[in-house]
């Protein structure tokens, strides 16, 4: 099994609204990343988070806060959006561990499309 | 820091026929993961293929293959007997370690992508 979900599908925001995105994977990885991707381009990293902490953290604004309760989910608190916000949310997981099996490689969630008015 | 380029931002090909993308990249590490990953209308993006840059053999799933060429830096996919369900994005990614805590943290570099169309 090598699904990751994302909910929801489709998200629209006011720039005064606070809202999240959840994502969840049951496939035991201990990295998960959250991806913004505009359209027809490619996605670009916004957070890592490895055993349940933050990692990285590719200088991304305070509006956007991500947080990881557990090693299944991550959440992206999201606050004081912008119209320029609006993209693709793409979140995806991968062993911690590059040594295990296929721990080189990242499963992709369907994403959330938020759009900012 | 590492590149990826990906050269032809559109591609078509007829059902049935074979067709090559092409990936090239820049980097100064000796060991490394590259991955072609599909992204079609629905959203998703799905792996297509991965490599290991120290491995002898060159990776193939089903109608999907890779040309890797180490020397030239050069990672393209081959899709044989192209069925409509292959319209797609493809992008060519690079795995690369980078800093913070916890251990080593990896993250994907993209090329722009290629949007391959089949016609019927």
């Known amino acids: 099994d090598t699904e990751v979900t994302q909910t929801p599908k489709h998200l629209v925001m006011g720039m005064t609204n606070k809202k999240s995105l959840k994502c969840e994977q049951h496939?035991?990885?201990?990295?998960m990343y959250w991806y913004k991707q505009k359209a027809k381009k490619p996605p670009e990293l916004m957070f890592v988070?490895?055993?349940?902490?933050?990692?990285i953290n590719e200088s991304v604004p305070s509006r956007f806060s991500p947080e990881c309760p557990n090693s299944s989910l991550l959440n992206l608190h999201l606050h004081a959006l912008q119209p320029e916000d609006s993209a693709l949310y793409l979140c995806a997981s991968s062993q911690a561990s590059p040594g295990t099996p296929r721990g080189d490689t990242q499963y992709f969630g369907p994403g959330t499309r938020l759009t900012v008015l | 820091a590492q590149t990826v380029t990906q050269s032809q931002p559109e591609m078509s090909v007829q059902e049935a026929e074979t067709v090559t993308l092409s990936c090239t990249y820049d980097t100064s590490e000796s060991d490394y993961y590259l991955f072609w990953y599909k992204q079609p209308p629905s959203r998703q993006m799905i792996l297509v293929i991965r490599?290991?840059?120290?491995?002898?053999q060159n990776a193939t799933e089903n109608r999907f293959s890779v040309n890797f060429q180490k020397a030239a830096k050069s990672f393209s996919l081959k899709i044989s007997d192209s069925q409509l369900g292959d319209a797609a994005m493809y992008f060519c990614a690079y795995r690369s370690a980078v800093g913070g805590i916890g251990g080593s943290n990896y993250k994907l570099t993209f090329g722009k992508g290629t949007l391959l169309t089949v016609n019927p």
């Open positions: 988070y490895s055993y349940e902490k933050l990692s």
């Open positions: 496939m035991g990885h201990r990295a």
């Open positions: 490599r290991e840059a120290y491995k002898q």
